[in-house]
T-cell receptor
Framework: AQKITQTQPGMFVQEKEAVTLDCTYD???????LFWYKQPSSGEMIFLIY??????QNATEGRYSLNFQKARKSANLVISASQLGDSAMYFC?????????????FGQGTTLQVKP | DARVTQTPRDKVTEMGQEVTMRCQPI?????VFWYRQTMMQGLELLAY????????DSGMPKDRFSAEMPDATLATLKIQPSEPRDSAVYFC?????????????FGPGTRLTVL
């Protein structure tokens, strides 16, 4: 069965510094996709970045980048130049390909607080 | 700026009442998901539609929950009768496909409180 693990319940970072949020995954499928979502206090789930298992390069989207280490089964999110608005819960997720639902399997989430 | 919309954003109701939540997926997306988020369970799938057909609703309590997609622009989730344990945030998400590369875009959620 596929599984996503986020081991950091909470993280603090100083404004303008970079921060890495950890995510490890477990799957026996050779084809998979990994996603990161941001959930601010307002509650919505905002898609940030995607990494495919066959992608040769790490994904980047503005200040977000994904440190994808396939052999270690890790897909850590790196946020550069943190801003106060980055304070939120962050979820790592993977598409569940079993049963053909395509549902997302989420990690437990990491709460990030950016200090001024 | 295409996005998933959900109504209502907040709903407070009394136990036993019917609750209907609505979702408008992104135009052109043929896959719609309903998730529920609670502190204890995190995010869990309730139902899933592809091309308006329900393909998986195994996550829903069948006796009180129902999900439909009357047309390509509207998905509904109904709870009847509602119970306090149904209090949660209900998210609708849509995607252009079901492949592992297809990104699911979430609506703002409906925060349901059942008293």
């Amino acid at each position: 069965a596929q599984k996503i693990t986020q081991t950091q319940p909470g993280m603090f970072v100083q404004e303008k510094e970079a921060v890495t949020l950890d995510c490890t995954y477990d799957t026996s499928d050779p084809s998979y996709g990994l996603f990161w979502y941001k959930q601010p206090s307002s509650g919505e789930m905002i898609f940030l970045i995607y990494q495919g298992s066959y992608d040769q390069q790490n994904a980047t989207e503005g200040r977000y980048s994904l440190n994808f280490q396939k052999a270690r089964k890790s897909a850590n999110l790196v946020i550069s130049a943190s801003q106060l608005g980055d304070s939120a819960m962050y979820f790592c997720a993977m598409r569940d390909l079993s049963g053909n639902t395509g549902k997302l399997i989420f990690g437990q989430g990491t709460t990030l607080q950016v200090k001024p | 700026d295409a996005r998933v919309t959900q109504t209502p954003r907040d709903k407070v109701t009394e136990m036993g009442q019917e609750v209907t939540m609505r979702c408008q997926p992104i135009l052109g997306h043929n896959t719609v998901f309903w998730y529920r988020q609670t502190m204890m369970q995190g995010l869990e799938l309730l139902a899933y539609f592809r091309n308006r057909a329900p393909l998986d609703d195994s996550g829903m309590p069948k006796d009180r929950f129902s999900a439909e997609m009357p047309d390509a622009t509207l998905a509904t989730l109904k709870i009847q009768p509602s119970e306090p344990r149904d209090s949660a945030v209900y998210f609708c998400a849509s995607a252009s496909g079901t492949g592992y590369t297809d990104t699911q875009y979430f609506g703002p959620g409906t925060r349901l409180t059942v008293l």
